[in-house]
């Protein structure tokens, strides 16, 4: 087990977002969340990167590193958090001033410090992974959006993280293009990075997951494996999602 999450609850303001949420990951899974728009996916997500901190719960990673956010937390705590992961968002978020590989290179030269010629190395490689070699020295606004998500997710990968958290990775690109960025996500998978994966992309949900959880109103509503619970769903309001989507 590489992290149970168990009563992971969060509000904002007089809205429950999150209530009650028990899952967990193996080291090398994908897992995929999905489920109707505004059911608590993308919170869910950020709270296992402390982008948002949960009201309530309990984080325990297979290191023996255990958060409990029914007490205050330590501000050194979150920060071991946070490294954990590496968030790929829905907008890329690239530096705009900066080249594919310079956006690459900056969380391992600027956060981790590390050695810029092995940094330099790391971001070729990383950027050659993901079909990027000839696009190194371009800006974003030079390229395409979902070239953008792919120097997006290797600048993620860049950091060594332990585990891939994917938000929507595909939602803002034309049609076209979401297939290239589905490969290297899948490309991920073969290569055993731990993921969860926050997706409208049920057949692609379907092919590369280990396990697929269905979210409403801020519960899980259904979880298991991919036949499980897009081939045979069990809830009614699993159900209903897949029909209406499919
Ligand atoms: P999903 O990813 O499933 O669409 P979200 O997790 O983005 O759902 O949002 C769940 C609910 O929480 C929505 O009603 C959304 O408006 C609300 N919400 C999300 N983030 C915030 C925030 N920072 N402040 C207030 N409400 C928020």
Redesign the pocket.
């Known amino acids: 087990m590489y992290l149970s999450v168990t009563g992971l609850a969060k509000q904002?303001?007089d809205?429950q977002?999150l209530k009650d949420i028990n899952f967990s990951i193996e080291k090398g899974q994908v897992i995929s969340i999905i489920?109707?728009?505004?059911?608590?996916?993308?919170?869910?997500?950020?709270c296992l990167n402390a982008l948002?901190i949960p009201d309530n719960g309990i984080f325990q990673f297979e290191d023996g590193f255990t958060l409990d956010f029914t007490k205050k937390q330590k501000k050194q705590d979150l920060l071991r958090l946070r490294r954990k992961s590496g968030m790929v968002f829905q907008s890329y978020n690239l530096f705009p001033h900066k080249t594919a590989i310079e956006n690459v290179m900056e969380g391992p030269l600027i956060v981790q410090k590390r050695d810029r010629k092995e940094v330099l190395n790391l971001a070729k490689s990383l950027l050659k992974k993901v079909g990027l070699e000839d696009k190194i020295n371009l800006y974003p606004y030079q390229l395409s959006g979902g070239q953008q998500q792919r120097v997006g997710i290797a600048r993620a990968l860049a950091m060594e993280p332990e585990l891939m958290l994917f938000d929507?990775p595909t939602s803002a690109l034309d049609p076209e293009l979401v297939g290239e960025v589905l490969k290297v996500i899948k490309d991920l998978a073969k290569d055993n990075w731990t993921m969860v994966i926050?997706t409208h992309e049920i057949q692609f949900a379907y092919q590369v997951s280990d396990k697929v959880v269905f979210?409403d109103g801020?519960y899980i509503v259904e979880q298991g494996t991919p036949d499980e619970v897009i081939k045979n769903p069990q809830v009614d309001r699993t159900k209903q999602f897949l029909h209406r989507i499919l």
């Open positions: 904002f303001g809205l977002v489920g109707p728009s505004g059911s608590g996916k993308t919170t869910l997500l950020r948002e929507e926050v979210m801020g």
